[in-house]
């Protein structure tokens, strides 16, 4: 079986590929045997897989995934996890690491997630740190965890005083991406994803970002050919950073920040869970556009032309009627986030469509008055 698409991630010895297809699910145990033999690991030819998932997925996706391994004789035990953020936890390590051991499970053990983020960041990090590193693929079901979370090989859980606390580097042996996934999204989160895909237009990409105002139609009703097209550029924009900035040293990966300044306050104050995370990365875009606009760093045409497209999305561009965030919340909030000298905040803000700078130095008053406007809509 052939991808449609590869995205290669150059990271040395840690270099894998990103296979996207549509409705290949079946055929991903010859393209795990393949992309083993490829990378000439010092593992069984076929090696015992756990598959971690969740209530969701399971029936969907991981069934079809476990099917196809069988089938291609791999020893393969699948461990369902509840869905939800909450399951990103110690708890639920702990209790993957048990499987593990029950499964005698050694260095030729290989882990495969079958999820959303949160079951790529939690089985990634079981894998990152059961015997110091099992071989660990990704099989992405949700567009959020398609062109983000399973790029980068950032793995973690939660603690309970802080989100992704707990975590480390892990790059996978491969992604298997299949955008026939998301046809069993929910909307909301579907869309959600959508906001980070905007987000890479805005940051580095101009002609994306046209591309996707042109491609409204098609990505609404997730058509898979145009979904291969914004999922395999999403992951070829986050790559190009990742392969620079691996272990988040030089503040390179910061512009994938952009809108998450605002977006971290939304989440934080109106409780996590109330506004799904691209919700409030939509949001957080708007309002650092207009920041940018404030300052006079781009016209007021780049701010509606993404505004109109995040809305073609059915996307939120602003706080609800009625939202109890307050301003003062939001700029306190935001202080405690990224406090710099001086009472100045540091944003990633664009200069033009498909480039963005970190502004260490915004004043508070600007950051006020486009919080302001934001509350008289
Ligand atoms: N590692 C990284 O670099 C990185 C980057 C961004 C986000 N994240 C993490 O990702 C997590 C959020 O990921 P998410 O938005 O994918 O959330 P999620 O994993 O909770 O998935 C969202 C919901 O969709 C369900 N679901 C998943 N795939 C489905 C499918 N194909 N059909 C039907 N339902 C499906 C899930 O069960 C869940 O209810 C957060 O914990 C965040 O911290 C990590
Ligand atoms: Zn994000």
């Keep these: 079986m052939d991808p449609h698409e590869t995205v290669s991630v150059s990271l040395g010895e840690r270099s894998y590929e990103i296979a996207i297809v549509s409705g290949e699910l079946p055929a991903f ?43 291609a004789g791999y020893h393969c035990e699948v461990a369902v996890l509840p869905p939800g953020e909450q399951t990103k936890s110690l708890a639920d390590a702990s209790a993957l690491y048990d499987r593990l051991v029950e499964m005698h499970a050694d260095r030729q053990t290989l882990v495969v997630a079958v999820g959303g983020g949160v079951v790529g960041d939690l089985a990634g990090f079981v894998a990152a740190t059961y015997a110091r590193g099992l ?47 998301l046809d069993t999204l929910p909307l909301r ?14 940051i580095l990409d101009e002609p994306f970002f046209t591309f996707l105002e042109a491609s ?50 939304c989440e934080a104050l109106s409780g996590y869970g109330e506004l799904l995370h691209g919700e409030a990365v939509a949001i957080g875009m708007v309002y650092a556009a207009r920041l940018a606009h404030r300052l006079g760093r781009i016209d007021e045409s780049i701010v509606s032309r993404q505004t109109n497209l995040l809305s073609a ?55 006020r008055a486009v919080l ?3 509350a008289k809509q």
Aim: proline residues 4%; contains cysteine.
């Design 135 to 181: 071989a660990f693929v990704q099989v992405p079901t949700t567009l959020l965890a398609q062109v983000d979370s399973s790029v980068g090989g950032k793995v973690g859980i939660n603690h309970p005083q802080g989100k992704n606390l707990i975590g480390a580097f892990h790059q996978p042996l491969g992604v298997y991406l299949d955008t026939s996934a």
């Design 189 to 202: 989160d579907y869309r959600s994803g959508l906001a980070e895909v905007v987000k890479y237009g805005m």
């Design 29 to 71: 145990a010859a393209w795990l045997t393949a992309t083993i033999t490829r990378r000439g690991m010092k593992m069984a030819v076929r090696p015992a897989v756990l598959i971690v998932t969740d209530g969701h997925v399971v029936h969907h996706h991981a069934a079809a995934v476990g099917a196809s391994l069988h089938l």
């Design 313 to 367: 999305l059915g996307l939120p561009t602003g706080l609800r009627e009625g939202s109890k965030l307050t301003p003062a919340d939001m700029l306190d909030r935001m202080r405690l986030d990224k406090k710099t000298l001086g009472g100045r905040l540091r944003f990633v803000l664009p200069t033009k469509i498909g480039h963005v700078e970190l502004v260490s130095d915004v004043p508070e008053a600007d950051v």
């Design 216 to 265: 409204v139609a098609g990505i609404n009703q997730r058509s898979a050919a145009v979904l291969r097209q914004i999922v395999a550029r999403s992951c070829r924009l986050k790559a190009d950073v990742v392969e620079r900035d691996e272990f988040e040293r030089s503040g390179l990966r910061a512009v994938l920040n952009y809108g998450h300044t605002f977006a971290h306050a």
């Design 372 to 374: 302001d406007e934001f």
